[in-house]
């Protein structure tokens, strides 16, 4: 197809979105609404599962050592543990380290501790957190192999709960996205097939003075690709300035964040052009291609 061509068929898809721009405006809604929905829908999963991934975070096995133990030993444990795959982070606490801790927590205890004296009667012990708490079991095999270690105390019952509730909310969010997605490309193909309905004259006449389908079916995709760049661009709009004020409210409390392990809310600016790359793609993508599906069956003239 030559150029000329291809610039008229472009500018008449343009010319299409105010002609019907009745069609298109509605499209432009339509279109627009599912995209927000499926966006909030994907930052409230996205967030919850920072929720969940900084609550695991927070699991620690401690290491107890024999009393026996020499320095040299400890040192060979310590980067054993450290080049371990699944370990994020390795502390050391000595026996009178792990005792001054103790004596701060229990402050009431005075003459207990007097009776106990100035000595340690607590092992030395390492405290790691593990990466992926589905490899915990692995992880904890590999650390129980190691010389040295009278006993190692992991948090088992929390490990369990969150593996299951991990796997809940992936089984969830997966069910109201895809619900979400199908639903929304139900409505837009509907749409997309209501405003093509009304052109069908329009589309059964050029055939018949000899319209090639693509000649026919170029500007509906320009129009279609041009409402959902629009639609996109509009969309992360909003979900951008929505979330950020959102994000001001929700963390005037901070101390909620603190109890569950997590600074806050995902960072709006880190997120952003992925944000609008993915409203606009999606928007162009869908609205183009569903217009153009609408077409096929006036095209067969």
């Keep these: 197809m030559k150029l000329s061509s291809m610039n008229y068929l472009f500018k008449q898809g343009i010319r299409n979105i105010w002609t019907n721009r009745i069609m298109s405006v509605a499209s432009f809604c339509i279109l627009m609404v599912s995209l927000l929905l499926i966006g909030f829908t994907t930052l409230f999963i996205a967030n919850i599962n920072s929720i969940v991934g900084g609550i695991e975070n927070k699991n620690e096995v401690i290491i107890f050592l024999n009393d026996d133990i020499d320095e040299e030993s400890i040192e060979q444990m310590g980067v054993k543990l450290e080049n371990s795959e699944n370990i994020s982070s390795v502390t050391f606490y000595s026996k009178e380290e792990a005792f001054e801790e103790m004596k701060a927590g229990m402050s009431n205890a005075e003459d207990l501790f007097q009776y106990i004296g100035e000595d340690s009667p607590l092992p030395d012990s390492y405290r790691v957190k593990v990466k992926d708490i589905e490899k915990m079991s692995a992880t904890l095999m590999e650390i129980n192999k190691m010389d040295g270690i009278y006993t190692v105390k992991a948090p088992n019952d929390f490990v369990n709960i969150l593996k299951e509730l991990k796997s809940f ?17 139900v409505i837009i193909s509907n ?26 079916k170029i500007p509906f995709f320009v129009e279609g690709m041009f409402i959902g760049v629009l639609a996109g661009a509009v969309a992360a709009a909003i979900t951008i300035f929505g979330y950020s004020e959102l994000g001001k409210v929700l963390m005037q409390d901070t101390t909620l964040w603190a109890a569950f392990g997590v600074s806050g809310l995902i960072n709006i600016n880190s997120v952003m052009w992925k944000i609008i790359v993915g409203y606009i793609a ?15 069956k006036y095209v067969k003239v």
């Design 282 to 296: 999606a928007g162009a993508l869908i609205s183009a291609v569903g217009t153009v599906m609408s077409t096929r």
């Design 169 to 185: 909310i992936s089984i969830i969010s997966v069910t109201i996205l895809a619900a979400l997605i199908i639903v929304s490309l």
């Design 191 to 216: 749409a997309e097939r209501a405003s093509v309905e009304m052109r069908k004259r329009e589309i059964e006449i050029m055939k018949y003075v000899g319209a090639t389908n693509s000649f026919v």
